[in-house]
């Protein structure tokens, strides 16, 4: 059973320079006035734009595993924290291990770290899919008993690898649709 939590970083952002021309005073007296230029910005530039889309959909990825490791310290599988940030098979997948966990009389403690990287934007202009591979270490939380019952010995964590994908919806939100969380050690 994965046990994940966040810390939270962000993605660098593309600074974008703009410069502009103006007054000359080497210029021979008389020559007339320098000509100058002047760019007009807009607020939000497509590239804007794509870094925010990206940006998002990374935190979406960073927010769905810290909701789950939320939900596991008390297990819920209803909760609505899990389908903030994901749907589809990913949620399936989060909310039938919370399920699992629950029935077992078991609940999650500690933490996960994270270390996502963007693997694929497409389309490149206006994204809809972001693919996210991370190495993420589950060396810091557990699964233990939360209610009376036979003692509870969890595998221990470490590094493995986790495929996502995280996409926007019709209302704008991004959310992880898929994820494959593999062994400890498979991380390379």
């Not at 590239?47 to 940006?55: I, N, P, T």
Request: hydrophobic letters at 35%; charged letters at 20%; a neutral charge.
């Amino acid at each position: 059973m994965a046990k994940i939590s966040c810390l939270l970083t962000y993605l660098a952002l593309t600074v974008i320079f703009v410069a502009a021309c103006g007054d000359d005073s080497s210029k021979a007296p008389g020559a007339g006035p320098s000509p100058t230029i002047s760019l007009r910005v807009p607020s939000s530039t497509p590239a804007d734009s794509d870094a925010a889309s990206v940006r998002d959909a990374v935190a979406a990825y960073r927010g769905m595993w810290d909701a789950y490791v939320r939900v596991l310290a008390s297990p819920d599988p209803d909760s609505p924290e899990l389908a903030r940030y994901a749907t589809g098979n990913a949620l399936k997948t989060l909310t039938g291990g919370v399920r699992d966990v629950r029935d077992q009389g078991l609940k999650g403690e500690g933490e996960f770290t994270l270390a996502p990287r963007v693997t694929e934007v497409a389309p490149t202009t206006s994204p809809t899919k972001v693919g996210i591979r991370d190495c993420l270490d589950d060396s810091k939380a557990r699964i233990v008993r939360a209610s009376p019952g036979p003692a509870y010995s969890d595998k221990p964590g470490g590094q493995r690898l986790c495929l996502a994908t995280v996409e926007r919806q019709g209302d704008g939100a991004w959310k992880v649709t898929s994820f494959g969380l593999h062994e400890v050690g498979s991380c390379t």
